[in-house]
Nanobody, 123 residues
């Protein structure tokens, strides 16, 4: 499975960005999909995850109410809509896929990773 994340960029605090992740190969509609982020000098942390059906989602406390994860299984795409962005949201954002039966927030349980896209939020 290959994952390619895109849509990052520079945005002012309070602004919005939409990240996209395109998947190829494998059985996309059976994977749990997640978005993680890693700021300089910090660990890679979960941002959001979505079940294969899209019926269940998970959000880190820091992004609840601001970010929305969604997927389109017909297009092999997963999205992260980010609103009310804050400077502390600045990081490289990665999409990942897990061959797992339920949503998981743990990076170690994801099997495939994209290359990352940089999001910079200026104050």
């Amino acid at each position: 499975v290959q994952l390619q994340a895109f849509g990052g960029g520079l945005v002012q605090a309070g602004g919005s960005l939409r990240l996209s992740c395109a998947a190829s190969g494998g059985s996309f509609s059976t994977y749990v999909m997640g978005w993680f982020r890693q700021a300089p000098g910090k660990e890679r942390d979960i941002v959001a995850a979505i079940a294969w059906s899209g019926a269940s989602t998970y959000y880190a406390d820091s992004v609840k109410g601001r970010f929305t994860i969604s997927r389109d299984n017909a297009k092999n795409m997963v999205y992260l809509q980010m609103n009310s962005l804050k400077p502390e949201d600045t990081a490289v954002y990665y999409c990942a896929a897990a061959e797992y039966y339920r949503i998981t927030p743990y990076a170690g349980e994801y099997d495939y990773w994209g290359q990352g896209t940089l999001v910079t939020v200026s104050s």
